[in-house]
């Protein structure tokens, strides 16, 4: 059990007590995801564990009480991160554990510990992989959703596209890719083992580390619906951008998007840098629901891109005032209501089809 002091055994120690720490820490901080940080806490330290017995590389005898136990450390990954996810964006998690993903648990455990044999332990072995797939898929298909639904109410969307768990999610299925080809494929386990290895270890380092650069910084939780201010205005269906049809481009309905727009831009209330979909409508005493509806079919874009649309335009006017005398580019974008560097810049090259430099130097050549 001695623990040869390699590069990769180190790299894997940083790993293993890195997990450790970290998952300690997002148990105890103080964070407005509090609740769904447990989840990642106990990822964490499931993962480490699983480090620590390959770092010991220590052989255990197959069938007994520990090793069967060890089977369980990858079957518990996936549905933390699975809880995570869905806690973080504050959506139901309880009944697919409930109904799906608990029996499942009961016939591995069964087939673990009172049908034990080889041929079992293959089976088992599958079992985990399908719901390990399964679970991940659902992530990065609530991701996907996600990812509409913020376009469709928030004007910045920085920290909240949760795209950095995709990468832990790509990590994880790579592993199930590798111990599938080292148990699976029929490779010779010294062609094909020590490399695979070399590269799990390097990505579980990257795993733990990007878990904590990004895990940290995700304080914000969604909260129950994100297009309700009330009963009265609670969607049937998940939020959808409308198509337009003939009887939605009414007159009547043109004219009232046209007043939305005279309203934003008479009141500048695209300066708010906290403004969302709730707010404005707040403001414009209009519901959410028939709001978001407007900006979709007559302004043909989403909440992200309509308000980002006009904070281009007031950079674009401020620019050309004195205040350019006095503020950097990033100075003027923040009155303009910008909040975020990146957001302002990609949002005025799409826009502009140039950077916000590359305009001020247009106009400075222009003069």
Not at 132 to 150: F, P, R
Request: overall charge negative; charged content about 20%.
């Amino acid at each position: 059990m001695v623990i040869d002091l390699s590069f990769f055994s180190i790299l894997e120690l940083l790993s293993f007590s890195g997990a450790l720490m970290l998952g300690l820490l997002f148990f105890t901080m103080k964070s407005a995801n509090k609740k769904a940080n447990i989840f990642l806490g106990l990822f964490l330290w499931i993962f480490s564990l699983g480090i620590f017995v390959d770092l010991l590389d220590y052989e255990i005898e197959e069938g007994v009480l520990l090793d069967r136990i060890l089977f369980l450390i990858p079957l518990c990954i996936a549905p933390l991160l699975y809880m995570y996810t869905y806690q973080t964006i504050n959506r139901p998690y309880l009944k697919m554990l409930k109904y799906v993903f608990i029996p499942l648990f009961i016939v591995y455990l069964i087939i673990l510990f009172v049908m034990n044999s080889e041929e079992m332990i293959w089976g088992i072995d599958l079992m985990e992989y399908a719901i390990e797939i399964v679970l991940y898929v659902l992530i990065l298909k609530k991701l996907q959703e996600l990812k509409s639904e913020l376009n469709n109410f928030y004007s910045e969307l920085e920290n909240k596209r949760l795209s950095w768990i995709k990468t832990i999610i790509y990590i994880s299925l790579a592993f199930i890719v590798f111990d599938f080809v080292e148990g699976f494929i029929g490779f010779e386990e010294e062609m094909v083992e020590p490399y695979l290895d070399s590269i799990s270890i390097i990505l579980s380092f990257i795993m733990v580390y990007w878990i904590a650069h990004n895990g940290f910084s995700q304080s914000e939780i969604f909260k129950a619906s994100l297009f309700t201010h009330d009963s009265q205005d609670l969607p049937s269906e998940p939020f959808e951008i409308h198509t337009i049809t003939i009887n939605e481009t009414s007159v009547e309905d043109q004219k009232r998007f046209e007043e939305v727009k005279s309203t934003i831009e008479k009141e500048k209330l695209y300066a708010n840098s906290e403004l969302n979909l709730r707010t404005l409508s707040e403001s414009l005493q209009i519901k959410e629901k028939e709001l978001s509806r407007l900006i979709n079919i007559h302004a043909e874009t989403n909440f992200y891109h309509f308000i980002n649309g006009f904070r281009v335009t007031e950079f674009k006017r401020l620019v050309q005032t004195p205040m350019a005398q006095q503020l950097s580019i990033l100075g003027i974008a923040q009155e303009a209501g910008f909040s975020s560097k990146s957001t302002f810049y990609n949002t005025f090259k799409t826009i502009e089809g140039m950077t916000p430099k590359q305009y001020e130097l247009s106009l400075k050549k222009s003069e």
